[in-house]
């Protein structure tokens, strides 16, 4: 009879925190009792390790014997520390020397056949454990190459029960360190600006908004998808601390394969997928498709098509930067910074069919999105270019000037915690940061006038010193403020207030 201990980690979102796994072992009939989880995953986590243990070729302990996790699994299980529950039974039953199971983490899901299956949020895991200063993880061989991603971490990868307690057992367990890792996307997007000719007017507003961090939207019949899938490729390169963000939060989604390193990330949910696919789920401790486009773009087509529960839950996150959810007893936040771009046809009907909408029937359809449209600060119209339409500039040539903005911005917001423009609260854009006295006028004009609100002449601020960036100028004059003025108004005339 003994004592055995050694680590696992739990996750709350992207929140990870390392656990203590303790078995102990006391003569009596052949039982296994689990502490410290979840009681809808005791049975179900019980019935892996025995199927497991059996299926590996080792004889189940005739003792009595209890699992301890400390402190408490939050209420969702998700079997990663499965791996850490069998080894710490096994070592306490003498199956494993119980020092080689302390200062290790261990990471994995139990197949009854006694594989050891892959886990999402492996990536968090690892990081979590490499900064308790526990470098040696064990996780199954399908997550080795993504765990490797975290510096400092040894990767221990592993398929099958056996193998492991047969290496832990006669200690040729080799460490492994870290592969060798993937070759560096490249920082250009896979699709091409010069690949969506005409359109000048949204061109330039994609620009505006890549540059400041604005929200867009996209009016009309012509390629808005096309023109939104080559956002990305113009946006600067994502600094180390939000590409590790960006790739934890796509291996808490099970798509570690699709983290896209240093290029934004794309994201562009259909309007048939649930609230749940959009915002993330609680129970699946899962982000949504908003979290996918955390530092990149997320962009809605035909966005009065979605759910209303969808469009007006966006101005939170819009507004926060991340996405908050509670329920079955505990709340999560996964990060949602974004580039919104959304796009609407002029009425309901399908694209390619004569329109039959009464007035009142395109106002309706144009209405659903008023709630987000009072947030978006650029707007720009799109319509479907003739065949022989000149070619616009180049991704890189536009990502050139963008880049140089943002470093202009940069320098600005240097002593601030913003990044871009878009940021900026309000009382900081009329104190901090003021214009020049005619732009000031102009835009005060607009308020008198009642075309825009307080909260309107804000985002109007905004895109006015990210005109003046582009510019290279030291701060937004009367033409920036008019320019600004008319991507806020854009395709109808009347931008949202």
Known sequence: MGHASTRSVALIGLSAHVVDVEADAVPGDAELHLVGLPEMSVWPARARIRAAILNSGTAWPDMRITVSV???????????????????????????PPERITGRVFLGELALDGGIRPVRGVLPMVAAAVRAG????????DCAREAAQVPGAVVMPVTQLADLVDQLRHGAFRDHDNQEPDPAPSSSFAVDLADAPGNQAARRALEVCAAGGHHLFLSGDGPATMLAERLPGILPPLTDEAARKVAEI???????HRAQGITPPLSAPHHSETPTAIFGSVAANRPGAL???HRGVLHLADAPEFARTVLDGLCRPMDSGQVHLAGRGRS?????????????????CPEGRDCACPPEARRRYRARLALLLSRVAV?????????????????AAVAA????????????????????????????????????????ELLRSAVNTGLVTADGLSRLLRVAWTLADLR?????????????????KGADGDGAR
Do not use: K, M
């Open 379 to 395: 707007r720009a119209p799109i319509e479907q270019s003739n065949r022989g339409t000149r070619a616009g500039e180049p991704s």
């Open 250 to 256: 796509y291996s808490l989604a099970g798509r570690s």
């Open 291 to 293: 979290s996918l486009a």
């Open 332 to 348: 999560v936040h996964y990060p949602a910074r974004f580039t919104l771009v959304l796009a609407a046809r002029p009425c309901p």
């Open 401 to 440: 000037r963008v880049l140089a903005a943002r470093v202009r911005a940069a320098h600005r917001l240097a002593d601030t915690p913003w990044r871009t423009n878009a940021e900026v609260p309000a009382p900081d854009l009329r104190t901090r940061f003021p214009v020049a006295p005619e732009a000031a």
């Open 472 to 488: 290279g100028v030291d701060r937004p004059q009367f033409d920036d403020a008019a320019a600004a003025l008319e991507l806020w």
């Open 134 to 141: 526990i470098s040696s993880v064990v996780v199954p061989a």
């Open 70 to 96: 400390t402190p408490v699994i939050p209420p969702i299980y998700d079997a990663a520390a499965d791996l850490a529950l069998v080894v710490a039974l096994l070592a306490v039953a003498g199956a494993i």
